[in-house]
Structure formats: C-alpha cells, structure tokens
C-alpha cells in the first residue's frame, strides 16, 4: 500500500488516517453497485448517531459549520483556529462530548467571539426553529457549549450516581434509573427468547407515564431511516444471492415497523448468510453508548471479504469446539454444543455512525444471547484498518520510551502485529462466541457493569488461548514466543499507557478501557511475582517475569468473569470492577503523560472514507464505481452534513 494512506491530519488528541480498499477494482460492476448502494444506507445514519449522542448535537454543529463555511477565507486569528478545532472535534465525536473518554469538551475560544461571528452570519443558514430569534438560540446552545457544568458526560458510570440524570446521552426524557430498570424489568418474561426490550427507542414521560418512542420509519429518526430503507432497497437489485435479499428484506421490514421480534429475525438471517464476498452491518446494533447498557446507537459498516487472510480465521472458527471445551471456566458454563461460529477477515470499505471516524478493529455480533446460543455468531477482524494502525505507528518511538528492554522490543516488533490480529480474532469469533448464561439469568443481570465483564471475558479467552500450543499445532503462530509479545503490551496498556487517554484527576469511564485496566491490576495483585511496575532509570516500566504463571492468572480470571456473566452475579460484577478497573494512580498518570507528550503522538486515530464515485456513459448507464482517495476531513465532513442531512 502506498504511504499517503497512513499520513493523516493532526488536531487535539486525534490522528486521521485513511484507510484503502485493496481488492475494489477485482470485484464486478454488479459487486461494485452493491458496495455503493450499501454505503449510501451506511452514511445515512450519520445525524441519528449525533442527536443520540446529545440533543443539542445537530444544532450546535449546523451552527458551527455556517459560521466556519462563511468566515473560513475571511478571518484569521487564534481564536477562529480554536474554533475551527471544536468543530473538528464535534465531526468526530458526533458531537460535544469526547468520543471515548464521554466527557464534554470545552472551546478555546469565548462566548463573545463566537457571537460576534453568528451575528455576522446570514440568518438563513443558521439553525433556527420556526419563529425563533438569533438571541433565542445563543440562549439555548451557548451554556451547552460553554458551561462546564452544564451536560458534562455522555455516559456517567460513577457508582451510585443516578446514571440516567447524570449521562447525557438522549436516550431518556424526564426519567429516573430506577424507573427505566422497573419499566423494562415488567417487560421481561422466562422466555430465553424475548426480545432485547428497549433497544431501539428513547423511554420518556408525560402526562400519561412511561413511553417508548420507537426509532423507525413512521416514528422516532423517521426522515433518516426513509433514506437508508431507500438506499437497502436499491442493494437488493444488486445483491450476490438469494440469502442476502432475505436479510436486506428483513433490516427493511425492522426498519419500517420497529418490531424486535423482526430484527431477531433478521439477526437470525444475518448470523446464518456466508454466501458471497460483500457483507454489512446496519443498524442500531451497540449498547455501550448507554449507561444502563440497554439502547443502541446507530451504526454502519459495508464489508469485503479477504479471502486469503480469512484462511486463518476459518481455522479458528471451525475449531470452535475444541476451544469450548477446553476453556478453563466451569463446565457449568460452557457450551455444549458451539453452533454457527464463524470468522472472515475482512476490508472496511464504508464505515458511519458509531463506527466512524472512530472505529472497531473486530466486531462480533449479533448481541443477543439466545441467538447466540442457538445460532451462533459472526465475527469479523477488518485488516485494511488493523494494517493502517500498525503501519501509523511505526517509528513513532513509543517502544523504545515504554519497553522496558530490547528483547522485549524485538519480540513485539517481530510478533506484534501478527499478534495483535490473532488476539482480535480469539476475542470476536472464541471469546465473545463462548460461555453461556444459567436458566433464568437475564442478559441485563449485570446492569451498569455488563459491558465490562463482557469485554474482559472475550479478551481474558483470547489472552489465555493465544499461549495455547493448539495454535502452533493449528499453524497459526510459528514460534512457542510469539505470544509474549501479547501478553507483554496488552499489560503494559491495561497497567500504564493507556492512561494518556484519561485526563488529569478524572477516572476510567469507557467499558473497553475498564475492562483491560481490570484485568491488568486483578493479574497485578494475585500474580505479583509474575508481573510487576519497576522503576529503571528513573521512569516506571512493566516487566514479566514469568510468562507461563501469567496464563494461569489469566485462565483463573477468566472462570471468575464467566461464573460473574453466567450467574448474573450483580455484587461480584461491581466489586471485581470498582476495586480494579475504575481509580487511577494519579502519580504514574502524571508520569505517563509526560512520557507521552515527549512524542507528540496523538492517543487518538479515526478514519477518513473514500468517496465512491459512479461512472457512466453517454447513455446514462453506469459502467463503473471508482475510489477517491483526496478529499480532505473537512471536505469529507462539509459534504456529509450536506449531502446526508436526514433530521
């Protein structure tokens, strides 16, 4: 791949890169089509992820981008730089609060600028309800933007907090936590097979009680899911095979009704399609952006198959079972039978919503336990994004500044990446495939803490089986070594570097970032003399000691967090991951900030899209789709807000 694809802009806390799609130009102009259409349904969520993510998010970026568009050739000053950086900042967190760490942002530039410019602005572009006056508006968006009380997290997970009032994620209107818990505690029933209650509607209250207002084509984000029905009902024309009508017919059917019994359908249908090289996930598909863990935000991926890389994902998948059995949990809570496991490496070739710019390297879906259970699930490791990460960081000198030693160094260098991805896969298709849950635990037994716990057992069963001489015997490692170099930097991140993603003086929020620190101090306290923090020439490193009492460790943890999921041990959940995964030493935080910002790395990285452009003839027919790959992150997200402005 050619450099240009990895040198990205450079703003706040974040890189951009881009990512490329190798095998485009082999697939036919029906596949081609396909792709496109598919990635027009993808970008046309991009505005319910933003009012999801905060009601005032749309506004406030329509508001931003008038006044950028108008004065970005006629003003130059620091104060319309900072601005120009807010806004990037809201494109890429679809909104005012930071895409991972959940809370809000504040500008560096003043309320008074800012006015000025919005005065100066035509007042047709502005975002102005019917009848509503400039002031009005300054009036209700400025102490979002400005105040730092005001809104301040996205997602507050602060144990004991009410975390409906405190988040402030629009899935909820005028409730409590205790009333949105009691109100769909009434819904579920001992039928494994009930639906996910609640997953795609905002739970608000009026005169009348308690309501849903349900996201689909009539309801709730109506405007936005026309266009993505329309644009699904174009792939058809296009699809590979029957199998893949049946799901689009389906996600159209979800769409337009907002049935969750039809959406498990369509899981059902999604789980069991293997036939053909193009794939998708659309939909409101993911609940960590809820406190509560029980709403999902919208999000879009188009997928290519890599059908050489996806040899190493099939040997994993079509061994599922010896790795079930074989799981160092409880045989209480292991699966008997493995049904529908399956694993492609594939390329993103459009990416929206929750999953843009910032983005998953694996993804395993569907979510629902019993579909799980009965059906199987897929997973996917998206190797164009993976190669772009590794590729970004080379030469950046963050090994040699928090390696502790150059075999060390070496091993990683050697096995790193190779490593990475096996980890990704074990984690997707094993361990987020694996375990299941006793008779008559619900899925939400764990609450708040449910996205934790889930997170470290599918990297606890990748940790464990990735030492596993299974996978030399399997052909997927070549050295007995090679996994030292997983263990050595998923350690050195869950015990250090993945601080330079929290703030001064704030705690661990996000559920993927408590999950690796949980793990990282649980191993820490009952392993000490396998792992420890020293100090060497005056800075603090993570060394190993022992790397075979290290898989115990974690094959020890890993029975705990599945007996934790399977039984729905709320009291367990909570103490496993107050007590490891939430504080942070602040000394070594200060530490490794510093370290950090000695090498002007950005901790963040998201992506841009290629614009998909169609080819036709002189009779109007199209005859090809090319890639562009030179638009810019302002250009690319200048022209979404036009072109896919759906709410």
């Not at 029905?229 to 296009?238: D, G, Q």
């Not at 997973?379 to 772009?388: G, P, Q, R």
Request: some cysteine; overall charge negative.
């Amino acid at each position: 791949m050619d450099n240009f694809a990895y040198a990205g802009e450079r703003f706040a806390d974040i890189q951009i890169l881009r990512y490329q799609i190798r095998d485009f130009d082999t697939l036919s102009l029906r596949q081609k089509c396909y792709v496109y259409c598919l990635s027009k349904a993808t970008l046309y969520g991009r505005d319910i992820t933003f009012d999801q993510f905060g009601k005032h998010n749309l506004r406030i970026r329509r508001l931003l981008e008038a006044v950028y568009v108008n004065f970005k050739d006629r003003v130059h000053s620091d104060e319309f730089d900072a601005l120009e950086v807010y806004l990037k900042r809201v494109w890429f967190s679809s909104g005012i609060h930071h895409h991972y760490g959940c809370e809000k942002f504040l500008p560096s530039f003043s309320e008074t600028f800012l006015r000025g410019l919005i005065y100066e602005t035509d007042v047709n572009v502005l975002p102005l309800h019917d009848g509503e006056s400039v002031e009005d508006m300054i009036d209700e968006l400025f102490p979002v933007i400005f105040n730092p009380e005001i809104f301040p997290k996205r997602v507050n997970k602060n144990n004991g907090d009410d975390l409906v009032l405190t988040s402030s994620c629009n899935y909820y209107e005028g409730v409590t936590q205790q009333e949105v818990e009691e109100f769909y505690a009434a819904k579920r029933t001992d039928d494994k097979r009930q639906p996910s209650w609640g997953l795609n509607s905002t739970l608000v209250k009026d005169e009348g009680g308690l309501k849903e207002l349900v996201w689909k084509r009539e309801g709730r984000y109506g405007r936005a899911i026309e266009q993505i029905v329309y644009w699904l009902k174009r792939a058809e024309e296009y699809v590979e095979n029957d199998s893949q009508r049946k799901v689009i017919s389906l996600l159209v059917d979800y769409y337009e009704s907002g049935s969750l019994d039809i959406f498990d359908r369509y899981s059902v249908e999604w789980v069991k399609l293997h036939e053909g090289q193009i794939d998708f996930i659309n939909g409101f598909i993911e609940v960590y952006g809820d406190p509560l863990g029980i709403k999902a935000s919208w999000e879009g991926i188009v997928e290519i198959k890599d059908l050489v890389a996806t040899k190493r994902t099939a040997i994993i998948s079509d061994n599922a079972q010896w790795f079930e059995d074989h799981s160092p949990v409880d045989s209480r809570f292991r699966k008997k039978v493995v049904k529908g496991v399956t694993a492609n490496v594939v390329q993103a070739a459009m990416l929206g919503g929750d999953e843009y710019p910032s983005t998953a390297i694996g993804i395993n879906l569907p979510n629902a336990d019993w579909i799980r259970a009965d059906y199987g699930s897929k997973s996917v490791t998206i190797s164009n994004l993976t190669e772009a990460y590794d590729l970004a960081a080379k030469g950046n000198g963050f090994r040699e500044e928090f390696v502790i030693d150059n075999y060390t160094k070496e091993l990683i260098d050697r096995w790193g990446h190779l490593c990475d991805d096996l980890h990704t896969d074990l984690h997707e298709c094993l361990g987020h495939g694996s375990g299941q849950l006793l008779d008559g635990v619900s899925p939400d037994a764990l609450q708040a803490y449910g996205s934790t716990i889930e997170e470290a057992r599918a990297d606890l069963y990748g940790l464990y089986y990735i030492a596993d001489p299974k996978l030399l015997e399997l052909g997927l490692l070549t050295s007995p070594e090679a996994y030292k170099a997983n263990y050595y930097t998923y350690l050195m991140n869950g015990l250090m570097t993945q601080l330079v993603r929290i703030q001064p003086g704030h705690q661990i929020e996000e559920a993927h970032m408590r999950n690796r620190a949980m793990i990282a101090h649980w191993i820490l306290e009952h392993y000490g003399q396998a792992v420890e923090l020293i100090r060497q020439d005056g800075k603090t490193f993570a060394r190993i000691n022992d790397y075979e009492q290290l898989r115990m460790g974690f094959a020890e943890l890993l029975a705990e967090v599945q007996r934790i999921k399977s039984e729905g041990d709320l009291s367990a959940a909570r103490q496993i991951v107050e007590r490891y995964a939430v504080a942070v030493d602040e000394n070594l935080h200060e530490e490794v900030l510093t370290r950090y910002s000695k090498l002007k790395i950005a901790p963040y990285k998201g992506f841009l899209n290629p614009r998909m452009l169609l080819v036709k003839d002189d009779s109007g027919n199209v005859v090809d789709v090319k890639l562009d790959y030179t638009e810019s992150y302002t250009e690319q997200m200048l022209r979404y807000s036009h072109e896919y402005a759906a709410l």
